[in-house]
């Protein structure tokens, strides 16, 4: 009967065996799994975050920051550009993503335009010219980014981005996350088993800009209590524990660029956790004459706006290395390094979405997967017994091992992730794989009823079916493949562990039953079915 | 009389006259459809309407804490959040005595990550040793992504499956299916509406996964039945369309009922054993796929009686022999 062609034999086999090779690393335990020899399967399925406990924190690049960053430091450069050409301006100023200014006299302004033309903004992408430079009444210039102009510049800045975070992630020495690139200005990072993000958050999302600037040791603390700041000073916050701010001069004399290497160390007298640092020559030789021209006052040690520490110069320090004695346990001494070694965010960035499980609730989730699972697939098995006894219910669950082998074992292979949603999709799966079996005995029983033979029934029973079960199946793969264009994490987990059950199930309710009704009807030349 | 396999002892032919009905069934899936949108939308509030807004959608953050071994005081919780300006706290226990969820909206401006931070040293600051399980934070920007790529998601899915029931079949059985998909998708938010009032289920991410599954698997349901439909017609050319409907839908009514219930066991068991986390994404599909049998029936066929088919009999019959011409 049914003409059963060598290959379809030989392709179950084959799907079986490695179904089953493919799936046993995930029945050993880690030890068995590691002494296997070599040519055979290791990996076991990739649990997601949501099933093995991690953090999954996704970052935007401020852009709005950026772009007043980048505004801020052209608007000085306009502000050079015309003193050098003895051009008056007033009113220059950085709002709503421009910069403005008024040129004072109106005769000046086509030397004006000139200068700008030539002083800012170079070819950006594409040879056009990166800002627009537009006049309006009373000498009014406004300088704006050309749009694309500055989507590249962002593009670039996530890039250098991710750089930094890698170079900051590579020497934290954790367990590496997956840090990968999302649209235009979104970085994704994943850290599996990382239940406490906040210390990759604070090693991750600190712009970490460090700059020393002198302490203004005019100003008088009257000043400082009631926000008066004289002119060229700021008041930055302080955390080193001896005073709750400082107000220091804008100038930054050295910055965190200029440094070649930071170690955290410990102080050889007091047995603090200290930061030591290198300077490049040019940090050098400036960190050099300011020390040695200001010996008796003070300097801070300015991170992201924040004084991390402000001591006395005691004298001219030219070696072009240094200390910071700041207010560190040996964790916090050891991050500040490795901020310093990677560099800064070349663009501030803010968490967009976060999502941590703990370790022990994955686990619960497993479990509650597992069990339910399995409830889902004994009651499947019962009921399929029920309905169609032993033979044709027990070939339908031999497909649906098969079937649950391929799907493992793929899985495996490929390191798909396995999510939570992931697990209702493989339960759902189940009833798939039961529906192309239905589908096939309905059928042969249908033709059983108008008349024809066992032998045709049988092979019609296929033919006919296999049209149905595939149309019918292709529907779930269309919206598996929405689910996968459209979800987030889990949800396209969901959509790929669908997806997969879906190809494997076709595969072993046609193969695979095929096979076995074959070696039955061979073994046994029944003259009726059992189910009709 | 022996009882097993229990399929020979089914009835080996039904005939059910499902077109009959199918007025009485339409007028009360049009009541029930009405109801579910008027849940769905009332009140009139973005982003979510009637609908449970999941922090997916609605932008905030959820932590899960635990306490064990000791039993945690919510008031307490509700207690210490106090003073940090965070507008609506929602605390409520889950799982065991010793754990509680909370819920709050980030204040305009604030940094979220901040405001995590903040939140959870002054719990671990009021109520000593306390383990943080979950902590999901939704920004804004991201959580109106989600709504708009999600609501997207589902609208395109219905599109595409118009479109293949028309490339496989034909326009009417396209227009039949995408009526029962439009039936079982609106009565699934109702039913996420009626859940989400009981605090049982939020409207999120995985809904809108259980919902495009349901999409699929009614489709599923919707195929099979067509494409008996299709074969009948060309077999039994001169009957009259409702009865080719009723016949068809008889002839894979063992199936569908196999099916269904396969897939109700299996989720029922998902639904029962699964945790909080797939409860909402179970129970959803659950329901999803008795209305999808159901909508199969009585919505997508009954839609193609209304619309007609072609039926050509000379198309359709075999080719003439050659020496004819």
């Not at chain 1, 903004?121 to 594409?126: C, Q």
């Not at chain 1, 391929?406 to 490929?414: A, E």
Request: proline share 4%; glycine share 10%; net charge positive.
């Amino acid at each position: 009967m049914m003409n059963l062609a060598k290959w379809k034999v030989i392709l179950v086999l084959l799907a079986t065996i490695l179904g089953f090779l493919f799936t046993l690393p995930n029945l050993l335990p880690a030890k068995v799994r590691d002494g296997l020899p070599a040519f055979m399967p290791k990996n076991t399925l990739h649990l997601g975050l949501d099933l093995q406990g991690g953090s999954d924190l996704l970052y935007s690049v401020d852009v709005v920051a950026l772009r007043n960053e980048r505004l801020t430091n052209m608007a000085e450069d306009v502000r050079t550009t015309f003193r050098d050409k003895q051009i008056a301006f007033t009113d220059l100023a950085v709002a709503n993503g421009e910069i403005g200014l008024r040129v004072s006299d109106p005769t000046q302004m086509s030397a004006a335009l000139n200068a700008l033309r030539q002083s800012i903004g170079g070819p950006g992408v594409n040879g056009t010219r990166e800002v627009n430079v537009s006049t309006g009444d009373n000498q009014r210039i406004r300088i704006a980014f050309v749009p694309e102009a500055f989507d590249a510049d962002v593009s670039k800045a996530v890039d250098q981005n991710i750089e930094v975070i890698r170079r900051r992630i590579d020497q934290m020495g954790t367990k590496e996350p997956d840090i990968s690139r999302r649209g235009k200005d979104r970085i994704d990072i994943q850290a599996a088993g990382e239940s406490d993000p906040e210390r990759l958050k604070s090693v991750i999302g600190q712009t970490a800009k460090l700059s020393f600037q002198m302490v203004d040791e005019t100003a008088s603390p009257e000043d400082l209590a009631e926000g008066r700041v004289p002119p060229g000073d700021e008041i930055l916050p302080s955390t080193d524990g001896v005073a709750p701010s400082y107000i220091v001069k804008k100038r930054q004399v050295v910055t965190g660029e200029m440094l070649t290497n930071a170690q955290s160390t410990f102080d050889s007298q007091t047995n603090q956790p200290v930061v030591s640092f290198r300077f490049n020559s040019i940090g050098a030789r400036k960190f050099g004459d300011i020390t040695r021209q200001n010996i008796g006052k003070r300097f801070a040690i300015v991170l992201d706006k924040k004084v991390i520490s402000a001591p006395v110069i005691e004298s001219a320090i030219s070696g072009g290395s240094g200390q910071i004695h700041g207010h560190f346990t040996v964790e916090s001494a050891n991050d500040l390094a490795v901020l310093l070694r990677a560099g800064a965010l070349p663009a501030p960035m803010k968490v967009e979405e976060q999502r941590t499980v703990g370790a022990e609730l994955g686990a619960d989730a497993v479990k509650a997967g597992a069990i339910s699972g399995i409830i889902g697939l004994v009651a499947t098995v019962v009921f399929m017994i029920v309905i169609y006894g032993w033979l044709f219910g027990g070939i339908s669950i031999i497909g649906l091992i098969v079937n649950g082998l391929m799907i493992v074992g793929v899985m495996s292979l490929t390191q798909a992730t396995l999510t939570l949603p992931g697990i209702a999709g493989l339960i759902l799966t189940l009833a798939v794989a039961v529906d192309a079996n239905v589908l096939i005995y309905e059928r042969m029983r249908d033709e059983l009823r108008a008349g024809r033979s066992l032998i045709t029934s049988m092979q019609a029973g296929f033919a006919l079916a296999m049209a149905t079960i595939l149309d019918a199946n292709m529907t779930h793969i269309l919206s598996a493949m929405i689910m996968f264009q459209f979800g987030s994490g889990p949800v396209k987990g969901f959509a790929w562990t669908l997806a997969i059950g879906v190809l494997t199930t076709v595969f072993s309710a046609v193969l695979v039953t095929q096979v076995l009704l074959a070696w039955w009807f061979r073994a046994t030349r029944p003259k009726t079915l059992p189910i009709a | 009389m022996k009882f097993w396999p229990l399929i020979k002892v089914l009835p080996v032919r039904t005939h059910f006259r499902f077109v009959r009905l199918s007025r009485l069934f339409a007028t009360l899936s049009m009541v029930a459809i009405a109801i579910s949108l008027f849940l769905t939308v009332y009140p009139f509030k973005l982003p979510c309407g009637g609908l449970a807004c999941g922090i997916d959608f609605a932008g905030g953050t959820v932590l899960e804490l635990s306490t064990a071994p000791k039993a945690i005081d919510t008031g307490q919780v509700r207690g210490a959040l106090k003073g940090l300006g965070l507008g609506d706290v929602q605390v409520q226990p889950v799982g065991g005595p010793s754990s509680a969820m909370i819920r709050f909206q980030t204040p305009a401006g604030a940094d979220i990550s901040k405001t995590v931070a903040a939140v959870q040293a002054k719990l671990t600051q009021s109520l000593g040793t306390v383990k943080f399980t979950r902590a999901d934070v939704v920004g804004a920007k991201v959580s109106g992504e989600l709504l708009t790529s999600g609501l997207l998601g589902l609208g395109l899915a219905i599109l595409l499956m118009l479109l293949y029931i028309w490339f496989r079949f034909e326009l009417q059985f396209g227009l039949g299916a995408v009526a029962a998909l439009f039936h079982d998708v609106f009565l699934t938010f109702g039913l996420i509406a009626i859940m989400g009032r009981l605090g049982k289920i939020e409207f999120d991410l995985p809904a809108v996964a259980a919902i495009l599954t349901i999409i699929g698997y009614s489709m599923n349901d919707t195929v099979v039945v067509f494409d008996r439909m299709r074969e009948n017609l060309r077999k039994y050319k001169r009957m009259p369309l409702g009865d080719v409907i009723d016949m068809s839908i008889n002839e894979m009514l063992t199936r569908t009922i196999i099916t269904s219930f396969t897939a109700v066991l299996a989720l029922a068991a998902l639904a029962v054993f699964g945790g909080p986390t797939l409860y909402g994404l179970s129970v959803i599909m659950l329901f999803g796929i008795v209305i999808g049998t159901y909508s199969s029936i009585y919505i997508a066929a009954p839609v193609i009686l209304l619309w007609g088919v072609k039926r050509s009999d000379e198309e359709a019959e075999p080719l003439k022999p050659a020496t004819q011409r």
